[in-house]
């Protein structure tokens, strides 16, 4: 292939223009005459059975225009299957209603819908409704949960699901270890604190399809509609906005099953907008882990054995917890090659608010453990922390723990030597203060499990002015997803990013492309456009090699024209789309791209031959200065290095290394939305705490690129990877600072100034 | 509810509008004036999502109510290019990808530009502190920073080309 022209510079982005002028229109820009404003009736109790519902006084309210209950919704009940479930536990089903029947299971579970002419209306309305509570026993602790004597969150049992990996022989690993290491390691919920909220506005159409444009990753969430209202899928048509943040926050369904029931009802267009308050009751978190571990090595640092109990609170409805939970099982030994290993691990319901995907998805849990683990080996073997990592690092070709081959470049000797040289000489230490250093390194997978058969699809045409559209059905997160797509229909095709329109994430319009989820966009449907531009560019080629009397490998495109490498001869790239047309040649083209497919898991199963397509590998090292006397602790340095593969955009991989990195120190030191007995405390972002821009250091990144991923050009995926290890390498630090090990998340000032005087 | 009539200058342009007392300058800058550049991330005054310039200050529009602008001078993002052309800040943030999702921009270049108006040559501790009441949630303000300094530092100056209507 010849040399890349835009790939891999810093490019701006095509959508950061009309954010910096305020033109982009999110889920709660949109407004249509007539239309009504929705408002949603929350549980008030974590725990209860629903004696009554009365929404009489609340229907007579002049300007009332519907109200929906479980009796109401055509199909209310929704059952899902828990993946690889198969025996022992039986819940193979998950069993959820749009609203909440006769029982609550969290608090600020669905209730009631409103629809009214005005937003006050609607308020005061809810307001009207009265629900009958009977209060239930609450259970909120997922280890009390699986005790026999716990009160049932569902029928059958609170374990919702669980995995396993064995290899090799654990206690003779124990036996044959020189030292080991045990801890127990806890984190805590966390919130996804997008800056804009969850919403949407709906409308119904002349044919009966029900348009809902909201905030969403997953514009295939219209099958699941469609099921509640009982009307075809072809008549619910999903159009995305621009996504206002999201990192797996709205990738369940959040408003838009809400919003096609009460258009379904009223026949009106409904806007509904969630409050903070109520997207903090409202959507997922990251799942608590309690992680006990056990690690043995021999004295020259080489891993015998690791042994790990994984259990997650999964909250009180099934999500994507159990796939969450397989994801950390598999990543639960780290980037490590280890003969002998035992994980076992388990999600379970709890009356707490529902747990589900967040960046990382159970990865950024598993790596506070296991390189914590790592550094405590370490020290209890007097060996330089980096030197242990190196000599147990996994290798390319070799098959991890879990049993699935690692196909691509693993670079982490090289991101963690080069992330710990990067830190600059250590701030002096001033009278009060402790300063730490520490690094952690991490693997993650990017594209979703193999077995789920993953596809995108892309259209890319060229118009008779030569310029390019492109169709796909992605949903722009703010990662610049779309942007990159522009950029390689734009590097193949020789065609500049302005003469190109994407048309993004339309359910009914765009060719669907799947979830902007599991860092599977760049590599999914980077490679549907790559593939339909690389055609789209064979047809203009063939054209212009008969015009020009040369052979097609000898022509290149670029600038709008076609050229011949080795020579002076030109023509206008629209002179032969032009010929094209007249001979009624086809100008565009439709592509698939496919991920690697594999055989369904189970959880009998104690190995996996492939349960993602590739994993991005990388690390990060962290400075951290702690105030003796307020326990303050302040990131003072924090470098993330990482193999991406290929560098589409630059700014853009950047951007995701720098954002996921604060995110992760929020995760380290502040943000927790502390649920007692199933009750959010921090109920608004003045309570729940995420970093600003006083709270951390400018991140320095370090670029690698193997050139060995399968997305674009030998991309591999960088937004979720970018948060994974923050966690574990702050903790690092603070050990390297006060020799105390924290092992639960957040570590906060409190607890510092506790374990300071402790160990005095 | 009683309403009232609510008199300001809002990017550049004199208003008269009828309003309920206890309407937040949010709620009228969007809802009535449809400035829905003006965004709205937690309605209590602790995101900055919907900063705006009152009388050369940042304030966040949804703890301000609509009364305590009358008779005032308010600037909104748009207002930036009420002269059609696109403004330095604006320009910095495009070319230093300090926009990703985007919904935090608004309201952070209104910080940056209060700044600016009163401190053409902050230090980067003080463009810290002046956008530390607007969180991001995406990029981890390094580029925003940068964004910032390179239009005090003189490399973003100029104005921008003419702005699409
Ligand atoms: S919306 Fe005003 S500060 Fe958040
Ligand atoms: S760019 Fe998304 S919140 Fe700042």
Same mark, same amino acid.
Request: hydrophobic content about 40%; charged content about 25%; proline content about 4%.
């Given at each position: 292939?010849?040399?890349?022209?835009?790939?891999?510079?810093?490019?701006?982005?095509?959508?950061?223009?009309?954010?910096?002028?305020?033109?982009?229109?999110?889920?709660?820009?949109?407004?249509?005459?007539?239309?009504?404003?929705?408002?949603?009736?929350?549980?008030?109790?974590?725990?209860?059975?629903?004696?009554?519902?009365?929404?009489?006084?609340?229907?007579?309210?002049?300007?009332?225009?519907?109200?929906?209950?479980?009796?109401?919704?055509?199909?209310?009940?929704?059952?899902?299957?828990?993946?690889?479930?198969?025996?022992?536990?039986?819940?193979?089903?998950?069993?959820?209603?749009?609203?909440?029947?006769?029982?609550?299971?969290?608090?600020?579970?669905?209730?009631?819908?409103?629809?009214?002419?005005?937003?006050?209306?609607?308020?005061? !309305?809810?307001?009207?409704?009265?629900?009958?509570?009977?209060?239930?026993?609450?259970?909120?602790?997922?280890?009390?949960?699986?005790?026999?004597?716990?009160?049932? #969150?569902?029928?059958?049992?609170?374990?919702?699901?669980?995995?396993?990996?064995?290899?090799?022989?654990?206690?003779?690993?124990?036996?044959?270890?020189?030292?080991?290491?045990?801890?127990?390691?806890?984190?805590?919920?966390?919130?996804?604190?997008?800056?804009?909220?969850?919403?949407?506005?709906?409308?119904?159409?002349?044919?009966?399809?029900?348009?809902?444009?909201?905030?969403?990753?997953?514009?295939?969430?219209?099958?699941?509609?469609?099921?509640?209202?009982?009307?075809?899928?072809?008549?619910?048509?999903?159009?995305?906005?621009?996504?206002?943040?999201?990192?797996?926050?709205?990738?369940?369904?959040?408003?838009?099953?809400?919003?096609?029931?009460?258009?379904?009802?009223?026949?009106?267009? #409904?806007?509904?907008?969630?409050?903070?308050?109520?997207?903090?009751?409202?959507?997922?978190?990251?799942?608590?882990?309690?992680?006990?571990?056990?690690?043995?090595?021999?004295?020259?640092?080489?891993?015998?054995?690791?042994?790990?109990?994984?259990?997650?609170?999964?909250? !009180?409805? @099934?999500?994507?917890?159990?796939?969450?939970?397989?994801?950390?099982?598999?990543?639960?030994?780290?980037?490590?090659?280890?003969?002998?290993?035992?994980?076992?691990?388990?999600?379970?319901?709890?009356?707490?608010?529902?747990?589900?995907?967040?960046?990382?998805?159970?990865?950024?849990?598993?790596?506070?453990?296991?390189?914590?683990?790592?550094?405590?080996?370490?020290?209890?073997?007097?060996?330089?922390?980096?030197?242990?990592?190196?000599?147990?690092?996994?290798?390319?070709?070799?098959?991890?723990?879990?049993?699935?081959?690692?196909?691509?470049?693993?670079?982490?000797?090289?991101?963690?030597?080069?992330?710990?040289?990067?830190?600059?000489?250590?701030?002096?230490?001033?009278?009060?203060?402790?300063?730490?250093?520490?690094?952690?390194?991490?693997?993650?997978?990017?594209?979703?499990?193999?077995?789920?058969?993953?596809?995108?699809?892309?259209?890319?045409?060229?118009?008779?002015?030569?310029?390019?559209?492109?169709?796909?059905?992605?949903?722009?997160?703010?990662?610049?997803?779309?942007?990159?797509?522009?950029?390689?229909?734009?590097?193949?095709?020789?065609?500049?990013?302005?003469?190109?329109?994407?048309?993004?994430?339309?359910?009914?319009?765009?060719?669907?492309?799947?979830?902007?989820? !599991?860092?599977?966009?760049?590599?999914?449907?980077?490679?549907?456009?790559?593939?339909?531009?690389?055609?789209?560019?064979?047809?203009?080629?063939?054209?212009?090699?008969?015009?020009?009397?040369?052979?097609?490998?000898?022509?290149?495109?670029?600038?709008?024209?076609?050229?011949?490498?080795?020579?002076?001869?030109?023509?206008?790239?629209?002179?032969?789309?032009?010929?094209?047309?007249?001979?009624?040649?086809?100008?565009?083209?439709?592509?698939?791209?496919?991920?690697?497919?594999?055989?369904?898991?189970?959880?009998?199963?104690?190995?996996?031959?492939?349960?993602?397509?590739?994993?991005?590998?990388?690390?990060?090292? @962290?400075?951290?200065?702690?105030?003796?006397?307020?326990?303050?602790?302040?990131?003072?340095?924090?470098?993330?290095?990482?193999?991406?593969?290929?560098?589409?955009?630059?700014?853009?991989?950047?951007?995701?290394?720098?954002?996921?990195?604060?995110?992760?120190?929020?995760? !380290?030191?502040?943000?927790?939305?502390?649920?007692?007995?199933?009750?959010?405390?921090?109920?608004?972002?003045?309570?729940?705490?995420?970093?600003?821009?006083?709270?951390?250091?400018?991140?320095?990144?370090?670029?690698?690129?193997?050139?060995?991923?399968?997305?674009?050009?030998?991309?591999?995926?960088?937004?979720?990877?970018?948060?994974?290890?923050?966690?574990?390498?702050?903790?690092?630090?603070?050990?390297?600072?006060?020799?105390?090990?924290?092992?639960?998340?957040?570590?906060?000032?409190?607890?510092?100034?506790?374990?300071?005087?402790?160990?005095? | 509810? &009683?309403?009232?009539?609510? =008199?300001?200058?809002?990017?550049?342009?004199?208003?008269?509008?009828?309003?309920?007392?206890?309407?937040?300058?949010?709620?009228?800058?969007?809802?009535?004036?449809?400035?829905?550049?003006?965004?709205?991330?937690?309605?209590?005054?602790?995101?900055?999502?919907?900063?705006?310039?009152?009388?050369?200050?940042?304030?966040?529009?949804?703890?301000?109510?609509?009364?305590?602008?009358?008779?005032?001078?308010?600037?909104?993002?748009?207002?930036?290019?009420?002269?059609?052309?696109? =403004?330095?800040?604006?320009?910095?943030?495009?070319? =230093?990808?300090?926009?990703?999702?985007?919904?935090?921009?608004?309201?952070?270049?209104?910080?940056?530009?209060?700044?600016?108006?009163?401190?053409? =040559?902050?230090?980067?501790?003080?463009?810290?502190?002046?956008?530390?009441?607007?969180?991001?949630?995406?990029?981890?303000?390094?580029?925003?920073?940068?964004?910032?300094?390179?239009?005090?530092?003189? &490399?973003?100056? &100029?104005?921008?080309?003419?702005?699409?209507?």
């Amino acid at each position: 292939m010849s040399e890349l022209k835009l790939i891999g510079k810093p490019a701006q982005r095509y959508d950061a223009r009309d954010k910096a002028l305020g033109i982009t229109k999110y889920g709660a820009d949109f407004v249509m005459p007539g239309m009504l404003h929705a408002k949603v009736l929350r549980s008030k109790y974590p725990s209860a059975k629903i004696l009554s519902i009365n929404t009489h006084e609340a229907e007579r309210l002049p300007g009332v225009k519907a109200i929906i209950t479980a009796k109401d919704v055509p199909y209310n009940e929704r059952a899902s299957n828990v993946v690889g479930q198969t025996t022992e536990i039986g819940a193979i089903q998950a069993i959820q209603p749009v609203l909440a029947k006769d029982r609550v299971r969290f608090l600020g579970e669905p209730i009631a819908l409103i629809a009214a002419e005005s937003l006050e209306i609607a308020e005061k !309305a809810t307001n009207l409704i009265k629900v009958d509570y009977e209060k239930l026993p609450v259970v909120s602790d997922p280890i009390e949960a699986m005790k026999p004597s716990s009160p049932l #969150v569902h029928e059958g049992s609170n374990i919702l699901a669980k995995w396993k990996i064995a290899k090799g022989d654990i206690e003779k690993g124990f036996k044959e270890s020189d030292v080991i290491v045990e801890n127990t390691y806890y984190t805590q919920f966390q919130d996804h604190a997008y800056m804009e909220l969850e919403g949407g506005v709906a409308w119904i159409d002349n044919d009966e399809v029900i348009n809902i444009r909201l905030t969403t990753q997953v514009i295939e969430h219209y099958r699941d509609v469609a099921k509640v209202l009982g009307v075809p899928e072809s008549k619910i048509r999903v159009i995305g906005t621009f996504i206002g943040g999201g990192f797996g926050g709205k990738e369940d369904v959040t408003v838009e099953t809400f919003l096609a029931l009460l258009v379904q009802k009223t026949k009106k267009p #409904v806007k509904l907008i969630y409050t903070r308050e109520e997207s903090i009751l409202a959507h997922d978190k990251r799942h608590p882990f309690v992680m006990k571990y056990k690690t043995g090595a021999k004295k020259n640092g080489k891993l015998v054995a690791l042994k790990a109990e994984l259990v997650s609170d999964a909250g !009180a409805y @099934a999500y994507l917890s159990p796939w969450v939970l397989l994801y950390a099982t598999v990543h639960a030994s780290g980037p490590y090659d280890i003969p002998n290993i035992k994980v076992d691990s388990k999600t379970v319901y709890t009356n707490n608010i529902f747990t589900s995907a967040f960046r990382c998805f159970g990865g950024t849990q598993v790596c506070f453990a296991y390189e914590s683990q790592m550094d405590e080996l370490a020290h209890k073997l007097g060996m330089d922390s980096l030197k242990i990592r190196e000599i147990n690092y996994i290798k390319r070709g070799e098959k991890l723990p879990a049993g699935q081959r690692i196909e691509s470049t693993v670079a982490l000797t090289e991101t963690a030597s080069r992330a710990w040289k990067a830190l600059e000489k250590p701030n002096k230490s001033k009278k009060g203060k402790r300063i730490g250093r520490g690094f952690a390194s991490m693997m993650q997978s990017y594209g979703r499990l193999t077995m789920l058969h993953d596809s995108s699809h892309a259209w890319v045409g060229i118009e008779m002015d030569g310029s390019l559209i492109i169709r796909t059905g992605v949903p722009d997160l703010g990662g610049g997803q779309g942007s990159s797509l522009v950029q390689i229909a734009s590097e193949i095709l020789g065609i500049p990013g302005e003469d190109i329109s994407i048309h993004l994430t339309d359910s009914s319009l765009t060719p669907l492309a799947g979830t902007t989820t !599991a860092t599977r966009q760049l590599y999914m449907s980077g490679n549907a456009v790559l593939q339909a531009s690389r055609n789209l560019r064979n047809m203009i080629l063939s054209r212009a090699s008969q015009m020009l009397n040369v052979s097609k490998e000898e022509l290149d495109l670029t600038d709008k024209k076609v050229i011949v490498k080795k020579g002076k001869k030109e023509i206008p790239l629209v002179d032969v789309v032009k010929e094209m047309a007249a001979d009624g040649l086809p100008r565009n083209s439709f592509a698939m791209f496919n991920a690697p497919f594999s055989k369904p898991l189970n959880s009998e199963m104690e190995q996996y031959e492939r349960v993602f397509p590739d994993f991005t590998f990388g690390t990060q090292a @962290a400075e951290v200065e702690i105030d003796e006397e307020t326990g303050k602790i302040k990131v003072t340095q924090l470098v993330s290095s990482y193999d991406v593969g290929r560098v589409v955009n630059r700014n853009s991989v950047e951007g995701q290394m720098e954002g996921g990195a604060v995110m992760g120190i929020g995760y !380290a030191l502040l943000e927790d939305i502390k649920s007692e007995k199933g009750i959010i405390q921090a109920k608004n972002l003045a309570q729940y705490l995420i970093p600003t821009s006083l709270d951390v250091p400018e991140v320095k990144t370090i670029i690698l690129e193997s050139k060995t991923g399968l997305g674009p050009f030998g991309a591999k995926g960088i937004g979720e990877p970018s948060m994974t290890p923050t966690a574990a390498a702050i903790a690092n630090a603070i050990y390297d600072a006060t020799g105390i090990r924290f092992t639960s998340l957040p570590i906060t000032p409190e607890k510092i100034i506790m374990a300071l005087k402790k160990k005095e | 509810m &009683k309403k009232y009539t609510l =008199h300001m200058v809002v990017n550049g342009e004199e208003i008269s509008i009828e309003t309920k007392p206890n309407a937040t300058l949010l709620e009228v800058l969007r809802d009535e004036l449809n400035l829905m550049e003006v965004k709205e991330g937690c309605g209590q005054g602790d995101c900055g999502a919907c900063a705006v310039i009152l009388d050369g200050k940042a304030v966040n529009s949804c703890l301000t109510l609509a009364m305590q602008a009358e008779g005032r001078e308010i600037t909104t993002l748009s207002g930036l290019n009420k002269n059609g052309k696109i =403004h330095p800040l604006q320009k910095s943030f495009v070319s =230093h990808g300090a926009i990703q999702c985007g919904f935090c921009t608004p309201g952070m270049i209104m910080s940056a530009k209060a700044l600016l108006d009163k401190n053409p =040559h902050p230090t980067r501790d003080e463009i810290k502190i002046a956008i530390s009441g607007n969180l991001c949630r995406c990029t981890g303000y390094k580029k925003i920073i940068e964004a910032i300094e390179a239009v005090t530092k003189g &490399k973003e100056e &100029k104005e921008g080309e003419n702005v699409r209507a």
